[in-house]
């Protein structure tokens, strides 16, 4: 992912819609993630799940994260530029 924001386009939707699970050090690398792409200019946007979304809400993340519920939610919140 870090290659992919450094060479790709400036907005990336990352789609974790399907992970069952995320630890302290998921939560960190998906941190460091949208410091990378906000340093590039660009956004990271993350489809969640529930299950997800709640691990994420407990550490007050949810906001910076940038969740969505669905890619084409995701899609939309991505800057027109």
Do not use: Y
């Not at 050090?25 to 956004?43: D, H, I, P, R, Y």
């Not at 994420?56 to 991505?78: G, M, N, P």
Request: proline content about 4%; charged content about 20%; glycine content about 6%.
């Amino acid at each position: 992912m870090s290659k992919c924001i450094d060479n790709g386009p400036k907005h990336i939707v990352l789609d974790l819609s399907q992970i069952d699970f995320v630890d302290s050090s998921g939560l960190g690398a998906l941190v460091q993630l949208v410091k990378k792409a906000q340093t590039n200019g660009g956004t990271l946007q993350i489809v969640s799940n529930p299950r997800v979304t709640q691990t994420v809400k407990l550490v007050r993340l949810e906001k910076f994260l940038s969740l969505q519920q669905t890619v084409e939610d995701a899609v939309a919140a991505v800057p027109k530029s």
